[in-house]
């Protein structure tokens, strides 16, 4: 799956599909995409090979209380992928708009509804929580093994 920035000046690829894609509700999201959610593809940070351009990342404030580490276009300044401290550096959240075709990537889960907006609705094939959730409960057996696997984790 390729991918950019707005001004083509940071490109990259997905060199396999998102371990997990979940839609981000939560205020702090919301105020830094500028619209009601982020679309997050969590994949393995060696599965994101990059092309062109250096990324400018900034330390951003995120429902985490440790914040997140937002990659950015130094000169479009839009957001191509996050870490997270809680997944660690061997994880990017790219932001499924980056993708020329986001389409292949639609939410598997929604996280902090509590704060959706309430012109945004939700259908009821995909599961929604008001704040996070338990990825051992959610994720498919085979998403749960690529995070093990990333980890270095043995056993199941």
């Not at 900034?58 to 191509?80: D, L, T, W």
């Not at 959240?93 to 959706?116: M, N, W, Y």
């Not at 996070?132 to 056993?155: F, H, I, K, N």
């Amino acid at each position: 799956m390729k991918a950019s920035c707005s001004c083509g000046e940071i490109t990259f690829e997905l060199t396999d599909r998102p371990i997990f894609v979940q839609c981000c509700h939560c205020r702090m999201c919301q105020r830094q995409s500028g619209t009601a959610f982020a679309l997050n593809a969590l994949i393995e940070a060696d599965k994101v090979l990059h092309h062109t351009g250096t990324p400018e990342v900034i330390e951003m404030p995120s429902a985490n209380p440790h914040g997140q580490q937002v990659s950015r276009c130094p000169s479009c300044k839009v957001a191509v992928w996050s870490v997270y401290p809680g997944a660690g550096p061997k994880f990017r959240f790219v932001r499924v708009g980056a993708l020329e075709d986001p389409d292949q990537c639609p939410p598997q889960v929604h996280i902090f509804t509590q704060s959706k907006q309430p012109w945004v609705q939700l259908g009821s094939d995909i599961p929604a929580f008001e704040h996070y959730y338990d990825r051992e409960q959610v994720w498919p057996a085979s998403a749960l093994e690529r995070r093990r696997v990333a980890l270095g984790e043995t056993g199941g």
